[in-house]
C-alpha cells in the first residue's frame, strides 16, 4: 500500500530538444591565473564546482539587477576569516542588511583587540581548557578574550541602559556597538558606518545572553528590556520595501530561516545563493535548498538560486572576489 | 613550516593495558525482539549503533541521577512523527524544561487540528505550492493550515495584549497557548499542564514573527513588547539553580547553543546526548560534538555524553522507548 | 545566459486530487514494544523514519515477489556486528547472492578466532600504533589478529593452488575458504555450507593482495593466476538467469557498482534498498540515490526502491529483524 | 559500566607554551589576486580552507622530496571536468603512477569522441532515460556514447586477445589502450605515452566487464583471462621500490583502500592529501581521515598530511594551480 503518490514528475520531451548543453570539461593550467578565471571556468567543471560557478552568475544578477542583498550567517563565519571578507564587503556597500546570531557580535568585537589562532579539530579539548582556551572546530580563543569582551561590553550596556531608557532592540544596540569600534577589519565597524542594518533575531544567546542576565539581576528596578518585536519591525520594513531582494545565506539555523521566512511576505526572494554543509535528509531547514524555497515563496524561481554544498570558507573568498571584481 | 602544533595527543600505555574492552558482535535475531532488547544490543555493534547504546545508558544516568533534563530540538523535529514522541515525554514528566524555536510553537499548535502528510524530497516544488501546500523535506503541510493558524494566533495575541498589558516574554506566552489547547498529542498541551517551560531563544522568528510585525503595525500606539531579556532571566533561573543539568539535543541551532551556552555558568552539564546529522568539518556549533563542549565548560566530562550521528527519526524513538521502560 | 535548462519537472495537478496522503504522527510509547512494531510505525514519521518503514516495505515485496536477493556490502559492514546479523541471513538462505571487497571476507575470518572490540573515534592513533592495535571508526583490531590470518591463509593458499593448478576465480577461492570454517557467527560458514556465492569484484586488495604478492614472488615459475574474467562470468550468469532481482546494498563503492552496473544488462533491478552514508552532492556512485539509477536500466522503477540515509549499524538490524518476522 | 577505556589522550601543557600559533584572519579582496595568492590566503582562514592550504604544503613537501607520487581517484574525477585536470597532472608528469577504477577507463576514452553535458541533480531521471541520457550527478552521458565505446572496446578486446595469447593484466590492457588515443586532453593518452602505469584493483567492473562477459561467452574455448594476481605484482613493485612515496586520493571506494593498504608494506606512505566527502563516523575506509591510517602503519605522521572535506571539484584545481606554479 503506497500512500504517497503525491506530484510526480512528467516531462515533455521538448525539454531536451534543441537546447544546447554545456559541455563538461577542465581548464588549461597555468600559473597566474586569476581567481576570477577560475571560478569562470568551475561552471563548466560539474558537480559543486558547477554549483559555485552558477552561484557567481546569480550574484552578478542580483548585482546587476541592483537587488536589495542580505548577507545571511552562523557565527562560525567570524570565528574563522570570513570575518575579514565580510568587513571589506561592508566596507563596499556590496551588502545592504546583515542577518546573524549574537556569537557573530561577540566575536567580532573580539577579534579587535587580538586575532584567534589555528589550532586543530582533534585537540584533546581537557587541554585546550587546561591551557585557558576554547575550541571552535580548530579554532581556538582564549578565556581572557571571553573576559575582555565581558568588561567591554557591561560598560557598554550601562551606558546604552541609561541613553536609550533600559529599552532598546538588537540591531538598534549592535548599531551603536559597532560605531565605538575603531577595527577596520571589523565588520560591525563597517556597518554602522555605512547604515548597514544587523539584525539579531536570536537577541540574548551566549555571552551576551549571560551578561543582560547578570545585569537584570542587579537592576531588578529597572530592568534591560531587549524588544524582539520592534527588531522584527525593523527588519521587515526593509524587506517588504525593497524593490527587489536577494540573500546570500551562508550556513543554516535561525539566520537563514528568518531571511527566506520573512520573504513570503512578498512572495519570496528574487536571487538567492546558499552556501552551506546541510544535509537535505533529515528535514532541516538548515539543510534545505533552495527548490524546497520556491514551495514556500520564500523564493521566486529557483533559476535565480544557487546551492554550494561545502564549507564556506572554501567557497565564499572565490564568490566574494567575484563580486569585487565587478566593482569598477 | 608547521605552525599549528597544539595540544597533541601523548598517552600512556598503561591506557590498554589490564582494560578489558568490549567485544564487537551481533545479536540473535528473532521474531518478537523488543526495541529495548534490541537497542541493549546495539552497545556492541560498533559504529553509530554503538553511540545509541552509549546514549542510552548516559539518558540512564540523568534520569537515575535526578538531573534536571532540558530538551532542545529544532522545529522540524515537531514537523515530523516526534511531536508525538516528545508531547509523551511531556505528559510523564521525564524531561524538565524546553528549548527550542518558534516553528516547533506554530506546527505543535498547528497539529491540533490537521496532521501534515508524507510527500516526498523529490516533489516539484512548484507543483507542491500550486496544490497549496509546502514542503519541509518529505513532509508536506497546507496553506491553509497557516492560515487557520495565523486566525487563531491573531485572536490570542490580542487577548494576551490585553491581558499582559502588552508586555510578556516568550516562555510566558507560549505557556498561556499551550492552556488553551485540547489535544494531548501536543506537547504544548502537557508542558502547560505539567509546568514544563518552553524556552524560545529566537522569539519571533517564523509566521510568529509576521503575525507581531502586523499586530504592531496596527497598534501602533501601544506596540506588542516581546522581552528577550525577561526570557533569559527565566531560562537561567532554573540552569542555575538546578541541583545536576542533563541535556537532550536533537539537531543544531539556536536550541543547542542557547541550552550548552547558559551551562557555561555552571561549570558545564552534567549530562549530554546529541542526535545530530551535523558535520563537526565546517567549525558549526551545530555540528560540534561534545567533546568540543567540555572546552568551553558547556559539558563537564565527555564521558558522560554520547554523540549520536544520524537523522533523529532514526534514533530518538528508541532512546526514549528506553526512558520509558524505566519507568515502574 | 542559462545553459543546462534540461529535462524540467512539469506535473499535472491531477497528481494531488483524490490521492490520500498519509498523516505524519508518532506512535504510542511503551515497554515491550517488539522491534517490528517500532519499524512498523516508523512510515508515519517523515524523514528517514519513513524512508526505513519504506525499505522494509520493499524487502517484503522482494520475499514476496520471490527474487533473488543480492546483498551488496562494503567491509566495515563486516568490522562491525553487523558480520553476525548478515551470517544469520545466510543461515536461513534469506539472501542469495553477496558481493562485497576482500576487506569482509579477511575480517570474517579473523573473527572467527577473536572477536575485534570497541574503541573510540578519537583514539590517539599513535598509540593504538603503540599498542599493537589498528583502528576501523571506533572499532579496534589487533596486530595479532592479522598475523593469525596471514598464517591460516598462506597455507590455505599453497592448498589451493595445488589443488585448483595455479588458477581460480576468487568467488570459487572464497567458497572453499569458506567451507574450512566452524564459527557458525561467519558468514563465509553459511555462504558455503548454503551455495551462496561470494563476489569479489576487486579481487585481490588489502591483506590477500599483499599475501599474493608474496606468493607470487616465491613461486615466480607457476604464479597464481585469479582470473577476474571467470568471476564476471558466474556473477552476470546468476543476474542474467534469475526471474526477478533485488539488491540490498550497505554502503557504496565497488560492492554496490558492479550489482547494479550489472543488472542494466536485464533493464534494472526489480527491487532495491540501499542503507547509505553517501551524499548526491559529488556525483559519486556511492552517494548516488535509486533515482539516478533509473536513468541507467540499473533499476526498474524508483517505487520498487528505498533509500535510507544514516549508518547502516543504526537501520540494517530493524530491517533485518522484519525479514525474519515474516518467516512462518 | 563504561568498559571502553581505551587510549585516552593525555598532554603535557608544555605544547601550547612557547609555541606561536597562527592567527586566523582573512585577506585583502581584489581583482586580479591569482589562485595562487588565494591558496596561500587559505591557510590563516581556518577550518577546511586551511586544511585545503596545509594539503598544498603537503603537496609541496612530496615535490620537494621527489616522492613516487600515486594519484588515486574514483571514476566520477572523469565523468566530470577533472580529467582534463589530470590528464595535464600526467602531460607534466607531476604524478608517477595512478589507481583507478574501471569506470575511469571508459569514460576517459568515450570524452575523445564527445563530450558529457552539464544537466541538474534533480532532474527526473524516468525523462533522462527517455531521452536516451544517463545521470552521473548533474553530469549527462548519452547512451550512444556507450556504445560507441562499445563498438570501439570489441575490437580492441579481440586485437588484444590474439596479440597477448588471452592473457593479460589490466594495468597492461590500459596502455596498450591509452596508446590508441589521440585525444591530448584523456589523461590515458598521456600515461601511455609517459610510462605512468594506471592500475585497476577492481579489474572488471561495469561496461568493461559486460565487454568481457560477452566476449568470453563468445570464445569459450579460450576465454580472455584477465589476472588481478599479475597486477598486484606490478604495483606492489613499485610501491616497494620506491625511496619515498606519497598518495593524492580524490574520493574514496577502492582506489584509496588499494593505495594505503598496500603501503602497510613499507610501513606507510611518507606523504598523503585526501580530498573527500567522506564521513568518518560510519567506519568506512572512504570516510577514514589520515589519521586512521597511521596506526595501520598505512601513513607514516599524521604531519605529513592533509583532509580536505568537500567535493574534489572545488579544490582540487586549486591543489593542482599550487603544483604547476612550482614548475620552473
Redesign the interface.
Known amino acids: 500500500m503506497?500512500?504517497?503518490?503525491?506530484?510526480?514528475?512528467?516531462?515533455?520531451?521538448r525539454?531536451?530538444r534543441g537546447?544546447?548543453?554545456?559541455?563538461?570539461?577542465?581548464?588549461?593550467?597555468?600559473?597566474?591565473?586569476?581567481?576570477?578565471?577560475?571560478l569562470a571556468?568551475?561552471?563548466?567543471?560539474?558537480?559543486?564546482?558547477?554549483?559555485?560557478g552558477k552561484a557567481a552568475?546569480v550574484v552578478k544578477r542580483m548585482q546587476d539587477g541592483k537587488a536589495t542583498i542580505f548577507l545571511a550567517f552562523?557565527?562560525?563565519m567570524v570565528?574563522?576569516?570570513?570575518?575579514?571578507?565580510i568587513?571589506?564587503l561592508c566596507e563596499r556597500k556590496l551588502v545592504h542588511a546583515i542577518i546573524t546570531?549574537t556569537?557573530s557580535i561577540e566575536e567580532d568585537v573580539m577579534k579587535c583587540s587580538a586575532?584567534?589562532?589555528?589550532?586543530?579539530?582533534?585537540?584533546?579539548?581537557?587541554?585546550?581548557?587546561?591551557?585557558g582556551?576554547?575550541?571552535?572546530?580548530?579554532?581556538?580563543v582564549k578565556d581572557e578574550q571571553y573576559a575582555d569582551f565581558e568588561k567591554l561590553h557591561l560598560a557598554f550596556m550601562e551606558e546604552m541602559h541609561a541613553k536609550h531608557k533600559g529599552?532598546m532592540c538588537?540591531s538598534e544596540y549592535v548599531k551603536e556597538l559597532g560605531a565605538r569600534l575603531t577595527d577596520k577589519?571589523s565588520f560591525l565597524y563597517w556597518c554602522s558606518r555605512n547604515s548597514i542594518p544587523v539584525f539579531l533575531?536570536?537577541?540574548?544567546?551566549?555571552?551576551m545572553?549571560?551578561h543582560?542576565?547578570f545585569f537584570?539581576?542587579s537592576h531588578a528596578k529597572q530592568?534591560?528590556?531587549?524588544?524582539?518585536?520592534?527588531?522584527?519591525?525593523r527588519f521587515?520594513d526593509i524587506m517588504l520595501l525593497a524593490d527587489s531582494t536577494a540573500g546570500i545565506i551562508l550556513?543554516?539555523?535561525?539566520a537563514k530561516?528568518?531571511l527566506i521566512?520573512?520573504a513570503?511576505?512578498r512572495n519570496g526572494l528574487d536571487y538567492a545563493v546558499y552556501l552551506s554543509?546541510g544535509?537535505?535528509?533529515?528535514?532541516?531547514?538548515?539543510?534545505?535548498r533552495p527548490?524546497?524555497a520556491?514551495?514556500?515563496?520564500k523564493l521566486k524561481r529557483?533559476?535565480d538560486s544557487a546551492f554550494?554544498?561545502?564549507?564556506?570558507?572554501?567557497?565564499f573568498?572565490?564568490l566574494?572576489?567575484s563580486m569585487?571584481?565587478r566593482?569598477k
Open positions: 503506497e500512500k504517497n503518490v503525491s506530484f510526480k514528475r512528467k516531462i515533455s520531451s525539454a531536451i537546447s544546447a548543453l554545456l559541455p563538461i570539461r577542465g581548464f588549461k593550467l597555468g600559473p597566474g591565473t586569476t581567481a576570477e578565471e577560475l571556468a568551475y561552471s563548466s567543471i560539474g558537480f559543486q564546482a558547477s554549483h559555485l552568475e552562523t557565527s562560525n570565528s574563522c576569516g570570513l570575518r575579514e571578507i568587513a571589506q546570531s556569537g586575532p584567534f589562532v589555528l589550532g586543530s579539530f582533534t585537540a584533546d579539548d581537557i587541554e585546550v581548557k587546561a591551557n582556551m576554547n575550541r571552535i572546530g580548530n579554532i581556538f529599552k538588537m577589519n533575531p536570536g537577541p540574548l544567546d551566549g555571552a545572553g549571560d543582560f542576565y537584570n539581576k530592568p534591560f528590556v531587549i524588544d524582539a518585536a520592534e527588531e522584527v519591525r521587515y550556513g543554516g539555523g535561525i530561516h528568518h521566512g520573512a513570503i511576505l554543509t544535509t537535505e535528509g533529515d528535514g532541516s531547514l538548515s539543510g534545505a527548490r524546497e520556491v514551495s514556500w515563496n529557483e533559476e554550494v554544498e561545502g564549507d564556506a570558507t572554501l567557497t573568498p572565490l566574494v572576489l569585487v571584481s566593482e
